[in-house]
């Protein structure tokens, strides 16, 4: 009888772990998905590309023109897990380290920080009503709207 409850117990244990690597493999594969982050402009903006380098320095608010037009920033709400991503992946800071440098700009250097929108939608829609603005979103939210263009 031991036997049979251990053999039991064991055999749920195992079921238990290939589930939990399906899942994991599963989640793995949905988050890669969604995950893929651009960076997108008004059909009108002014380049179609944009170097990291450049993407950093306008979120940070040390670049203010490209292609010899003013430039806006158009950020995310804290609460989306996009901002996360957009933090770690490309600006490599946390969120209180990014609200400190934003602010150390704004207050001892006079810098323009980026616009905050609560969300993806209102990313879209800022980035074709204003003149020079950059946002960022999933590719799968921008790719069937033909005023944006994603800059490489």
């Known amino acids: 009888m031991a036997t049979l409850r251990r053999s039991l117990a064991l055999s749920v244990l195992a079921g238990s772990l290939a589930w939990g690597v399906l899942s994991l ?6 988050s890669a ?3 893929d ?3 997108i402009a008004a059909k009108s903006f002014p380049v179609d590309s944009l170097t990291l380098e450049d993407i950093q320095n306008i979120y ?3 670049k203010r023109v490209v ?3 003013i430039v806006v920033a158009i950020d995310q709400s804290e609460a989306e897990p ?3 991503d957009f933090l770690k992946r490309v600006l490599h800071l946390s ?7 934003l602010m150390k700009r704004r207050f001892q250097e006079g810098a323009v920080t ?3 929108e609560p969300n993806s939608a209102a990313v879209l829609r800022e980035v074709v009503e204003t003149e020079g603005a950059v946002g960022y979103v999933y590719r799968s939210e921008v790719e069937s709207n033909p005023d944006i263009k994603v800059l490489s």
């Open 114 to 116: 980026p616009k905050f």
């Open 82 to 84: 996009i901002k996360l």
């Open 60 to 62: 940070l608010g040390k």
């Open 33 to 35: 998905a969604s995950s």
């Open 95 to 101: 969120h209180a380290e990014y609200r400190a440098q």
């Open 37 to 39: 982050l651009v960076f």
């Open 67 to 69: 292609g010899g037009s």
């Open 25 to 30: 493999s599963s989640l793995s594969v949905a």
